[in-house]
């Protein structure tokens, strides 16, 4: 009864620790879910409807995940997996997942974000392989794992003794002789040797070589591998054979997405800056030269470019902003798309600047290939490559964008509003003479907006049956104020009049405009800068409306500016 008892207080210590800790919880779910996908693996032999529907759910629970943590890693024992030093998964099963793991020698395993998308059935099946086939003539799980490409999922190993080295094993009934401890001695176990046990050597190091040795010991441990190895990697590559500059050419491509993956990118972009000046200084066998197209052709993917991105993203201020513009040069034309949807997505602003950046460069020495970027589906796409057209003031490019305006979609008939606006060519002006009337908000504002700072002076009559119109009469205060600025600077003083009537002027019952909309003629006055314009403000500088007074007083200081 005491067991039982004891074993109740537990179940209720650990139910307690699950819901107070609901992190740990999914954490557990997810990694017996593991267990469970490799027994159905078993169970189904690899093939059922059953198991697939099992393995989605599964990746679906590990994308979940991956919004609470970067990444997990569990440490490996015989019978359980631990996650931050509890037990996440125990089994008492003779060939667990725990057990299929420790058995070959792996102590840690690390899975990251994209892990569930592939690498997740490729782990499964080959527990399940493990698991049923294990002889002398098959690779272990380490072999295994070494030979597999693997991006998301990270293991750490202990070594196995080599072959004919064994622990020396106590013969039964043999006895060794302990000496029998002297009287003085002390009881406790001594600690660990440090140098003062040397100091009476021969040859003992003074305190100047000491302090020598030490900072040579910390300038090893803090040199930066990867470059040596690259620098290494580099000179093979331009003094080795064909069959071995291939090899290396290889090596070099398959380092990319690692270093990337692990945010250096100031080591991606040296490998990238020197495989670029290898190719156009050197010899390199037709196989090289062919892996250095498929790398940059690579680059180009729509699918690098978002996941550079995401990485840079998520590693922060660790990646500097060189270095990811440094990486970003090298990029081929080819790009350019991929590039533009990645800086209208980015939620970083300096990620956004930095290949925003890049684009631009890009796109200003292929200025063809951007404006037939104008032409794709992808709203986001078309998007950035019209603001960069914009930017870039591509005059050819008028008639692209003026097409933009019959598009469905409100972000992409903005960004060619605002495009026109940047080009000012006379049929960029009168493509938005039409704006005014599109059925999105920021549209017709940012039309309104344009036509005035261009001074278009054709608009004048579509803007003045504007103001007259019920729509903006009904519209929000923001829109009505562009309207009436963008008529001041197109009409001029010929627009006096009539903004002049709207402020000051009362109808045959005596009746004036609401005080919103005499506000806004007010301003549409202060755009004039004309003495009639002046004079017609300050006949309502006394005004009772304190909205009418306040605008009024704006648009007075805007003209002696």
């Known amino acids: 009864m005491t067991d039982s008892l004891l074993q109740t207080t537990a179940s209720a210590s650990s139910a307690a620790q699950t819901a107070a800790d609901p992190l740990r919880a999914e954490v557990r779910e997810v990694v017996q879910g593991i267990s469970k996908a490799l027994r ?63 058995r070959d020698g792996v102590r840690e395993v690390t899975l990251r974000r994209g892990f569930e998308e592939e690498e997740l059935q490729r782990l499964v099946e080959i527990l399940a392989h493990s698991h049923q086939v294990r002889g002398a003539d098959e690779d272990d799980l380490l072999t295994i794992f070494w030979e597999k490409d693997w991006l998301f999922f990270r293991y750490r190993y202990v070594e196995a003794l080599p072959d004919g080295v064994h622990l020396p094993e106590t013969v039964a009934g043999e006895a060794k002789a302990v000496p029998a401890p002297r009287a003085d001695a002390e009881q406790a176990p001594r600690a660990a040797l440090t140098t003062d046990d040397f100091r009476e050597a021969l040859y003992f190091l003074d305190q100047t070589e000491l302090n020598r040795l030490a900072a040579e010991v910390r300038a090893e441990m803090d040199r930066d591998l990867w470059t040596g190895v690259l620098t290494a990697l580099f000179d093979r590559l331009q003094d080795g054979t064909p069959a071995r500059q291939e090899q290396v050419m290889e090596v070099l491509g398959d380092a990319i997405p690692t270093l990337l993956g692990a945010a250096r990118v100031d080591l991606a972009a040296y490998v990238v800056g020197e495989m670029v000046s290898v190719a156009t200084s050197s010899r390199l066998a037709s196989g090289v030269l062919r892996g250095v197209r498929a790398l940059f052709a690579q680059l180009a993917d729509a699918a690098t470019v978002a996941e550079l991105v995401r990485t840079v993203e998520e590693a922060g201020e660790t990646v500097r902003d060189d270095d990811l513009s440094t990486l970003l040069s090298f990029f081929p034309p080819e790009a350019l798309g991929p590039l533009l949807r990645a800086a209208e997505s980015s939620g970083s602003p300096r990620v956004r600047a930095s290949v925003q950046g890049a684009a631009e460069r890009l796109g200003d020495a292929n200025r063809e290939h951007l404006v037939r970027l104008l032409g794709e589906a992808d709203a986001t796409l078309v998007t950035g490559a019209a603001r960069l057209v914009g930017r870039l003031r591509v005059q050819t490019a008028a008639g692209e964008v003026t097409r933009l305006l019959s598009r469905p979609e409100a972000p ?40 005035g700072t261009m001074r278009y002076a054709p608009a004048r009559p579509r803007l003045e049956a504007a103001l007259d119109s019920k729509r903006l009469r009904d519209s929000e205060l923001s829109e009505r104020i562009a309207f009436f600025e963008a008529y001041g600077r197109v009409a001029g003083p010929e627009g006096v009049p009539l903004l002049d009537r709207v402020l000051n002027g009362k109808s045959w019952l005596g009746r004036r405009e609401s005080g919103e909309t005499r506000a806004c003629a007010a301003l549409g006055l202060g755009r004039i800068r004309h003495p009639a314009a002046e004079k017609a403000l300050n006949a309502a500088a006394a005004d009772a409306d304190p909205v009418v007074r306040s605008a009024v007083g704006r648009a007075l200081r805007g003209m002696r500016q």
């Open 412 to 451: 992409v008939r903005l960004a060619a509003v605002e495009t026109l606006q940047e080009i000012r060519s006379p049929a960029a002006a009168g493509a938005l003479e039409g704006a005014l009337e599109d059925a999105d908000r920021d549209v017709r504002v940012a039309a309104a907006r344009a036509l």
């Open 40 to 102: 159905a693996h078993l169970l189904y032999e690899g093939k059922s409807p059953a198991l697939d529907r099992f393995m989605e759910l599964l990746a679906a629970r590990m994308g979940q995940l991956w919004e609470q943590l970067p990444h997990l890693t569990l440490s490996v024992e015989e019978r359980e997996l631990h996650w931050q030093g509890a037990a996440v998964f125990q089994s008492d099963e003779r060939e667990n997942l725990a057990f299929l793991l420790y």
